[in-house]
């Protein structure tokens, strides 16, 4: 009786034995379940580009590079060319960026370095609930709110003024290129602001005390030290608010027009890459248009993730930088 | 001595102007959030009725109906997206944080950044091509794989994020008292990082739920209840789409309402988030 308590814990048993091996092919399991998880985002990364190509396949053959070149996208004869949307992508996101990043940096500025402690947070909640708002219900309110404002009072006066321009041009139908970027502007702003806001903050602080000690002013300490040191970072954070705009799809396609178009005038409808697939996706009743479609697609993804690259790596390359030097 | 002091003053007067300037700029940003919630209210509140929640829609030019089939629909979506998607992605999350070697993790964090960016229509038209197109109609089950994707790797990425705050003492603890490592995982690591990986989960519902690009053409909108997940199936943003967009004032009316109840489940979400991020990190364990 006694020899065999003694002896148990020292000869393996076997219902112990079975244990271990079960807790080493419960460990591999769990290892492969979870590296399957993993590998799943590169899975989904080679499903988009394989569906979008094999989509767009008969597009490619059919018009190779003019596709790219082509001015002209009309359903009825099978002619697609993607230039018109390139263009609307192009200029509706250039105007959100020519509104977002200044006022973006502005607020950012503000946040770190101005406002009083308390505000700060507040602040910036009320920011990431602006980025809440679904793109839809930004249409919504440019289409009912902003588009009637700005075709009865703000664009007349814009062509009264800079009329000579050929951009303040044209009959003002309300919807286009203008008030699409404005919606744009407004949706990437949180973007902007946060990611500056992210920026600044990992400027040292050593940086704006020799600044003050200089005798600076605290807007050149803002300007010398800090804006000139961060540049490259904010740089990064307006090319991330630009793939954010880029890809933007509801809002634009409510107020843009939806109608291809390459000209001056800003007050023009127009369409994007994204607003012309979610426009037109579903009435695509022939082959080659739907797959012109998907080529579309094809030229936005590609698009986006480069500008997306560029952009993390600024970025990323800005703040561990920095981080790593006050460390 | 004139000189230097009247430069200064002028320094200090421009420094003065630049920082209104900041300050009026901060305004600006914040204005459109203020501008949108009073219009959604103004607009939409008037139309919120019993009939509303519950209510099918009622054809084109009739008063009245309601959007109930809509508001039932995006949470049947939510549910079946995150059912698909949170698995994967806290499984991949627990697999950069417990499991990875440096350089998979690299590329599996790159590969993640890089679908975070891809532009949501771009995921209905997969879901279309991968579901639609072969099932010859479309599907609430397209809907949800299309948000499903848009919340793989943000789940991912915030689960990985929130289990490397978990001290490194208690993985130590736990196998050195013999736990196998997948059931160190499971009991202690997975539970002592629970809020914050329900933040992150409640952050990706929060940013689908809204999403109309990729149902525009996958989950497509039915006037009825759904009753079956091979067919169509209604959800809110798209019904504020169809409906701001057609020439009905009565619709147009109801846009707002719908758009109303949006924003309040997407808010109601991103305050639960804070509700739950709030909560200190070492109290729940």
Redesign the interface.
Known sequence: MNTEVATTPLSPAPGRAGARSGTRLGDTLFHLVCLGGALVVGVLLALVLWQLFKGSSLALKQFGWKFFTGSEWNPVTDQFGALPFIFGTLVSSGIALLIAVPLGIGTAIYLTDLAPVKLRQPMTSLIEMLAAVPSVVWGLWGLFVLMPLLRASIYPLLQKWFGFLPLFQGPIYGIGLLTSGIILAIMILPIVTSVSREVLRSVPNLQREAAYALGATRWEVTRIAVLSYARRGLFGAAVLGLGRAIGETMAVTMVIGNTPFIGWSLFHPAGTLASGIANEFTEATTDIYQSSLFELGLVLLGVTILVNIVAQAMVRAFTTAETRQVA | MNVTSSNHNI??A??????G??????V???L??G??LF??IQ?GASSLNWAFFTGLPKSAGVPGGGMGNAIVGTLELLALASGIGV??????????S???GER?NT??RF?????????????G??A???VVLPMKGFSAWAGALALA?IM??LV?RTTEEVLALVPRSYREAALALGL????T??RIILPTARRGIITGILLAM?RV?????PL??TA?GNDYWNKNLSKPIAAL?LE??NY??SPYDDW?RQ??AG?LV??AM??C??LSV?LFSTGRFQKNT
């Open positions: 320094r200090k421009k420094s003065f102007a630049m920082n300037l900041c300050i009026l700029c901060a600006l940003v914040i459109p959030l501008l949108i219009y959604l607009k698995p994967i992605g806290v499984l991949g999350g627990v697999y950069l417990e499991y990875g998979m590329w599996i590969w993640a950044d890089v679908l975070n960016g891809v532009p949501s229509i771009v995921w038209m997969v279309y091509a991968l994707f793989i790797p991912l196998p490592q997948w059931k995982i499971v929060g739920a809204g999403e109309t690009a525009l053409f497509l943003p504020i789409f701001s967009i147009n846009a707002w758009a949006l924003v997407t808010f979400l991103s804070r």
